[in-house]
């Protein structure tokens, strides 16, 4: 069933796996691409929102970024934890705090491979802003989180 963009939403959860204690960084970006993540108050209520997944059954949050239309976060899943639905809680909470919100359907996953550091992929996630011509520098941009920086 084509989504929003005519393409096959159902081929990002082809191979979807939830691995308890697996790092993934997740991609979730806004429904038509809407902006207004960078307002002060949405973004402190979709943070809010992301640490409240936090915890048993959640997730922990090593390192976020919350861009203009999407999210990019860092994640481990905990030990009884689904993928699908700790970003589905965090999706439909941060929709009730944010009225004006809405998600595109489904989001990207990787899972984070252990050779991979995990700083440094924490250091690429929050760099997004830089990269996209926001700021010059990391600690310009307001909307991001990491637990090494």
Known sequence: MPDEKGQNGWRLRTGRVSIPGQIYSITIVTHGRWSGLVNWDVARRVIDCLRETEGPGGTET?????????????????PSGDLSCVVG?????????VPMLRWQRG????????????PQVARYIVANPVRAG??????EYPYWDAVWL
């Open 62 to 78: 090593p390192a976020f970024c919350l861009m203009p239309d999407h999210l990019h976060w860092l994640m481990r899943l905990a």
């Open 89 to 97: 809680r965090f999706k439909g909470r941060s929709a009730r705090a």
């Open 107 to 118: 989001f990207h996953d990787h899972a984070v491979r252990h050779d991979e550091e995990l």
């Open 134 to 139: 926001l700021v010059q520098r990391v600690g």
